[in-house]
């Protein structure tokens, strides 16, 4: 009875992991035979320009998929592609004091993405992507203020495009 036990132990666990094909624990599906990732830069078309959001967002995205995946980055003719561009970048108060005068900010940034994936075209989109984070009014974002709003934005966004794209959430 043990054996039996044992080699159906052992007979669920291979179907386990050979039934998943393309998916792996990271949360990617992708087809095995991609194996390179090209992001182009994202350049600032939003109205207001912050001079280090597309350098920061394009980083940010590439070391996402290089850390979380067994892509190789290329500059171009990249198996899977991502352009876009910086849509939105927006300051708006978001609750007011007795005073009438605004007690929180929120930043808002949006992000245009282009996705194309070689092998699997029906995977293709162009999507919105935004988030936002909120300071104190009073507060001036720029140094650690702006390099904190920056730093959840844009884990956020990276994060969503990754999921939109690679982990089909």
């Known amino acids: 009875m043990r054996k039996i036990i044992n080699i159906i132990t052992i007979l669920l666990v291979f179907i386990t992991f050979n039934s998943c094909g393309i998916y792996s624990f990271g949360g990617v599906t992708l087809d095995n035979r991609v194996k390179t990732v090209q992001i182009d830069y994202f350049p600032n078309n939003a109205l207001l320009i912050e001079p280090t959001l597309s350098q920061e967002f394009t980083l940010a995205l590439q070391d996402l998929f290089v850390s979380q995946t067994n892509l190789s980055l ?10 876009g561009e910086i849509v939105g970048y927006r300051i ?9 005068t605004a007690a929180q900010n929120r930043l808002t940034i949006t992000v245009n993405v282009r996705y194309r994936n070689i092998y699997e075209e029906d995977t293709d989109f162009e999507q919105k992507f935004s988030f936002f984070h909120d300071y104190d009014a009073n507060a001036q974002l720029v140094g650690s203020e702006l390099e904190e709003a920056f730093s959840v934005i844009l884990e956020r966004v990276t994060q969503d495009i990754f999921n939109a794209s690679v982990a089909q959430w």
């Open 92 to 100: 708006n108060p978001m609750t007011a004091t007795a005073q009438q």
């Open 74 to 83: 290329v500059d171009s003719g990249g198996d899977i592609f991502f352009e």
